[in-house]
Nanobody
């Protein structure tokens, strides 16, 4: 079992920045691929960013590439999502995800774990 708790969401103006954090407990984080997903009102949950267990490989959706950066600190069991140049269309609930398979963390996180989500609202 892996428990994931997100923090760092909030309200920000367009063009601003936020840094999301995900604290993992229950098992050693270093064996899991990690990712961030988001779900806007009336839309399906979508992949945002993913990172391999070692942190050597990162992946991004086209909509956030160049603006968001995913990173991890395995010693502290933490995963981060630095979000810059935020746009109103980035408004969503953001979820931290953990999966034993990197390919799944970059798609739908089938068979993986989810956090409870943190709200990010970007005003225009």
């Amino acid at each position: 079992q892996v428990q994931l708790v997100e923090s760092g969401g909030g309200l920000v103006q367009a063009g601003g920045s936020l840094r999301l954090s995900c604290a993992a407990s229950g098992r050693t984080l270093s064996t899991w691929a990690m990712g961030w997903f988001r779900q806007a009102p009336g839309k399906e949950r979508e992949f945002v960013a993913g990172i391999s267990s070692s942190g050597s490989s990162t992946y991004y959706s086209n909509s956030v590439k160049g603006r968001f950066t995913i990173s991890r600190d395995n010693a502290k069991n933490l995963v981060f999502l630095q979000m810059n140049s935020l746009k109103p269309e980035d408004t969503a609930v953001y979820y931290c995800a953990a999966n034993g398979h990197l390919s799944r963390i970059t798609t739908t996180n089938d068979g993986g774990y989810w956090g409870q989500g943190t709200q990010v609202t970007v005003s225009s």
